[in-house]
């Protein structure tokens, strides 16, 4: 069975490049193959990774939906649909990546995320794990991109804001009743020593802390430098941490349910 992992937090809080360093930990620790998702209209997934996207699903739909591709003799619009998807995966060492990307016109992301789920659900069976990318807020879990995976890993940053988005994120996820195996709330850039606001404010939100990961400047040089998360070096602060939280994570079993 493919082990999915999808990400979730507020904006600016992480989860693209803890996604990353999730796939670098599979990848070197549990083998592959690897299917990334980026599930963020922003699309920015690939560039972490280091691998460059040509079509997301949303521009192939776009071109799709204006009848601008030109479909061979003898093919259905559909078969010729999926092809186009097919090609939209971008192939690399132990890993494939597909991106969402933006829908045609003023921010209806329905049908993309829509097609998004099925394309997932056909792929999924050929991968070890899933690794899916999200939007900051609430959007993923009410459109249902985020159901049925087995790890939900929520990101904040050190701050009330952030410890307030973990809340409302857990809560929407027992009102829409998702299918959400596990859930792990993670602080990012976590100094060390958490401030005592900040914990009384996860403390009367009921959550408790799964990991904590460091700040760490190698995150920030690779941003700048464009170099690929997924090469920053053993030992590196972000990179044990998350390690020790992937050895967590994938040391409970997807049946554990946590309410
Ligand atoms: N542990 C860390 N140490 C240092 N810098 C970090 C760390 N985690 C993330 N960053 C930096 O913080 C910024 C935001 O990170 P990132 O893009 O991963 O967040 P995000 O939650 O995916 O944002 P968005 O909501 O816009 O998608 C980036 O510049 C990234 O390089
Ligand atoms: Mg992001």
């Known amino acids: 069975m493919t082990v999915s992992i999808a990400m979730a937090g507020k904006g600016g809080t992480g989860k693209t490049s803890i996604a990353c360093l999730i796939i670098r930990y599979l990848l070197r620790h549990e083998g592959s193959p690897v299917l990334a998702v980026d599930a963020d209209p922003a699309a920015n997934l690939g560039l972490g990774l280091g691998l460059n996207f040509g079509n997301t699903i949303g521009s192939i739909l776009a071109e799709y939906n204006e009848n601008k591709l030109a479909i061979p003799a003898g093919l259905s619009k559909d078969a010729f649909l999926n092809s186009k998807l097919n090609e939209s995966i971008i192939e690399s060492q132990g ?21 998004l789920k099925s394309f997932i659900d056909r792929l999924l069976p050929n991968y ?49 009743k998702l299918d959400i195996k596990r859930r792990w709330v993670v602080l990012n850039q976590s100094p060390d020593k958490v401030d005592p606001l900040v914990e009384a404010e996860f403390a009367r939100l009921g959550v408790s802390l799964d990991a904590r990961i460091p700040e760490d400047r190698l995150i920030l040089e690779y941003d700048w430098n464009q170099r690929s998360l997924l090469d920053i070096p053993e030992g590196a602060l972000s990179v044990t941490a998350v390690d020790k939280m992937m050895k967590l994570i994938l040391s409970k079993r997807s049946s554990e349910v946590r309410a």
């Open 95 to 115: 890993i494939d990546l597909i991106t969402m990307g933006r829908g045609e016109g003023s921010g209806c992301y329905c049908f993309p995320n829509n097609v």
């Open 128 to 176: 070890k794990f899933m690794v899916m990318d999200n939007e900051a807020g609430l959007e993923h879990l009410s459109r249902g991109t985020t159901e049925s995976i087995d790890h939900l890993v929520i990101v904040s940053n050190h701050s009330v804001k952030g410890a307030r988005t973990v809340g409302t994120i857990i809560q929407l996820i027992s009102e829409l």
